[in-house]
């Protein structure tokens, strides 16, 4: 008959049963059941692709409830098979991919429930799976009749839910190359490429050098960022100075799927770099053209009145991003008026006009493409004095 004197010992995270070696015979001697109680637990139940999923098996050999004697095992090895990539149930003890996380390990009654083992597997799948299934397998001798014998492999499976949220960014700038100062707009196209349904929301961009990156449109309507669905943002901003400008954006997201929620899902960064020469000598500074701002830059007194035919000084404001832009060129158009002439170092240039007629007269900069608009009213009546009447 087996010692009954149990030994556990911690080791390597898991606890081993250790006992003196068993007898050819029934152990106990009068055991009638194989009594074995085995479990298999995960971590959690939703997994990305390349989470670490934490397995514990466990095991247990006591007397059953209902009456019976449990018989002694001893020399049993656990063995654990990872899912097919497919996410089925790999049911091959012998496959390449199988793992032996165990072994030795005796379970003399009574063995009360404790933990065998813990380990990590990573979760690497086909990228469209969204349900996978593991198994655990013990085997070892059972003490059961004089011929003690191999008991057949006792498995427990566990499935899991996967999910794969890819999320991409595309960054591009209005030009690469220029002339300083320069007014650029960076594009950035955020697309949902998951390969399992991941509907996504609270879509935000970050720019190292050009903040608040602002939506522009693409949404279907659910604010939802679907899979497939690309939104687009925009942000401009003022590089002054001659040099070399490359920024970083990058985009995040958070899943709306049960049980993934509190993870955000960033795609990987994206730069754009911009090089900025000096104006050639005898430039006009503070000036330059080549690439007006999306940004409203020019300004006129909101209190300003126009008449037909009266004369008028219309004042013009050009700044951008807070700051006043020297020698930009203004033009003012419309209702029998053309005239143009730069701001000076305030940013600010003065025109007297008479317009012909009613209508929008029209103040634009080469700083920036939306314009100012005015509006001109009707003529002032004149009503002539009425001559006396002569009567006689």
């Not at 070696?21 to 692709?49: D, I």
């Not at 654990?80 to 091959?92: H, L, M, T, V």
């Not at 013990?138 to 566990?158: C, M, S, Y």
């Not at 720019?207 to 960022?225: E, I, S, Y």
Request: with cysteine.
């Amino acid at each position: 008959m087996l010692r009954r004197v149990v030994l556990l010992m911690v080791t390597a995270g898991f606890v081993m049963a250790s006992a003196a070696p068993a007898s050819a015979h029934p152990s106990p001697g009068n055991c009638l059941v194989n009594g074995l109680n085995f479990t298999l637990a995960k971590s959690g139940q939703v997994f990305r692709q390349g989470d670490v999923i934490t397995f514990t098996v466990s095991a247990e050999n006591v007397d059953p409830p209902r009456g019976g004697v449990a018989c002694d095992i001893t020399g049993a090895s656990i063995g654990f098979n990872p899912p097919n990539a497919d996410g089925s149930e790999n049911q091959n003890i012998n496959a390449p991919s199988a793992i032996t996380v165990a072994t030795n390990q005796n379970y003399i009654n009574p063995f009360p429930f404790a933990q065998v083992s813990s380990f990590d597997w990573v979760v690497n799948l086909n990228k469209d799976v969204t349900v996978a299934y593991a198994l655990a397998t013990v085997r070892g001798t059972l003490h059961d009749t004089p011929n003690d014998h191999t008991f057949a492999q006792i498995g427990k499976d566990l499935g899991f839910q996967v999910t794969n949220p890819v999320l991409s960014l595309d960054k591009v700038g209005s030009i690469t190359a220029g002339q300083a100062p320069q007014n650029v707009t960076y594009t950035y196209l955020v697309r949902n490429d998951s390969t399992t349904p991941v509907p996504m929301n609270k879509v935000t961009v970050s720019d190292d050098l050009c903040t608040n990156p602002t939506f522009v449109g693409g949404d279907n309507g659910d604010t939802l960022l679907s899979n497939g669905e690309t939104w687009t943002y925009t942000c401009s901003m003022l590089h002054q100075a001659p040099g070399v400008y490359t920024n970083t954006a990058k985009a995040c997201a958070y899943s709306t799927g049960p049980g993934d929620t509190t993870r955000p899902v960033c795609s990987p960064p994206d730069t754009w770099s911009v090089t900025l020469n000096a104006p050639p000598k005898g430039a006009v500074k503070g000036a330059n053209a080549a690439q007006p701002s999306q940004h409203a830059c020019v300004s006129v007194p909101t209190q300003l009145k126009l008449r037909a035919h009266e004369l008028t000084t219309v004042k013009v404001h050009v700044a951008l991003n807070g700051k006043n832009i020297p020698k930009s060129l203004v033009k003012i158009n419309g209702v029998g008026i053309k005239q143009q002439a730069r701001t000076n170092k305030s940013g600010m240039v003065a025109f007297r006009v008479r317009a012909k007629r009613t209508g929008k007269l029209v103040v634009s900069s080469d700083q920036c493409i939306p314009a100012a608009r005015i509006s001109v009213r009707p003529a002032r009546q004149v009503v002539a004095p009425r001559l006396p009447q002569v009567t006689g």
